[in-house]
C-alpha cells in the first residue's frame, strides 16, 4: 500500500517569496492534515479537511498560509509572502476514519528554508 | 485544553539497556493517548495508542506504555534497546472541543553501541 506523497521534499526561498506544497493522501483516507513542525518542537496542527471540506482550520495563520483539497484527494498548502519563522517541516497526513482517532499515517515531510 | 510534557529532549542508553521516555499529561478527563515515533527522514509513525481499556499498552517492536491515572503519567518502555531504535519519539493526545492531536516538544532517543 502507498503511504502519503508530499513534494518537495526540500524547498529553500527568500523571505517574501512564496512556495507551495503538495499532498497526496493514502487512497481511501477521507480526512486529511498539514501540521506544521519546527525544528525542536511537536509537530503543530494547521488545517484538518474532511473530503474536501475544511473540518478545522482555527491555527493557519491565514494572512499568509492558504490550502485547499479540490476533489477530496490530493491537497496543496501554500505560503505567500513567507516569513523567516516559517522555516519548518510541513507535514500531511491522512487518517481512514472521518472522526479525530488519533491514528494517523504521516508523509515524510517538506522542509522549507526561509533565507 | 489538554496538553502532553515530555520530560528529557534528550535520552541516550546503551544497547540492551532498558529504554525509558516519559510523558506526563494534563487532563480532567479519561485522555485519549499516543506515542508516535519518527525516524531520521521518515514521518511519523504510531507506535501504540490508549483509549481507556487496558492500562498496560502493547505497541510495534517490542515498547509498550503504562497509563496511571495517579501519577497522570503515559511513559513509553522497552526492556532492551536496539540500535534501531534511535529516533524521535512523541507522545500525543486528543484535545480540544473538535479533539484534535496534540504532540509534545519530542524526545531525542540514542542508542549507544
Known amino acids: 500500500e502507498a503511504g502519503v506523497a508530499q513534494s518537495p521534499r526540500y524547498k529553500i526561498i527568500e523571505k517574501r517569496q512564496s512556495v507551495a506544497f503538495w499532498c497526496n493522501p493514502i487512497s481511501g483516507h477521507a480526512t486529511l492534515y498539514w501540521y506544521q513542525q519546527i525544528l525542536g518542537q511537536g509537530p503543530k496542527l494547521l488545517i484538518q479537511f474532511q473530503n474536501n471540506g475544511v473540518v478545522d482550520d482555527s491555527q493557519l495563520p491565514k494572512d499568509r498560509f492558504s490550502a485547499e483539497r479540490l476533489k477530496g484527494v490530493d491537497s496543496t498548502l501554500k505560503i505567500q509572502p513567507a516569513k523567516l519563522e516559517d522555516s519548518a517541516v510541513y507535514l500531511c497526513?491522512?487518517?481512514?476514519?472521518?472522526?479525530?482517532?488519533?491514528?494517523?499515517?504521516f508523509g515524510e515531510g517538506s522542509r522549507l528554508t526561509v533565507l | 485544553a489538554q496538553s502532553v510534557t515530555q520530560l528529557g529532549s534528550h535520552v541516550s542508553v546503551s544497547e540492551g539497556a532498558l529504554v525509558l521516555l516519559r510523558c506526563n499529561y494534563s487532563s480532567s478527563v479519561p485522555p485519549y493517548l499516543f506515542w508516535y515515533v519518527q525516524y531520521p527522514n521518515q514521518g511519523l509513525q504510531l507506535l501504540l495508542k490508549y483509549t481507556s481499556a487496558a492500562t498496560l499498552v502493547k505497541g510495534i517492536n517490542g515498547f509498550e506504555a503504562e497509563f496511571k491515572k495517579s501519577e497522570t503519567s503515559f511513559h513509553l518502555t522497552k526492556p532492551s534497546a536496539h540500535m534501531s531504535d534511535a529516533a524521535e519519539y512523541f507522545c500525543?493526545?486528543?484535545?480540544?472541543?473538535?479533539?484534535?492531536?496534540?504532540f509534545g516538544s519530542g524526545t531525542q532517543l540514542t542508542v549507544l553501541p
Open positions: 500525543a493526545v486528543l484535545s480540544g472541543s473538535a479533539r484534535q492531536l496534540t
Open positions: 497526513a491522512s487518517s481512514i476514519y472521518s472522526g479525530n482517532t488519533g491514528e494517523l499515517f
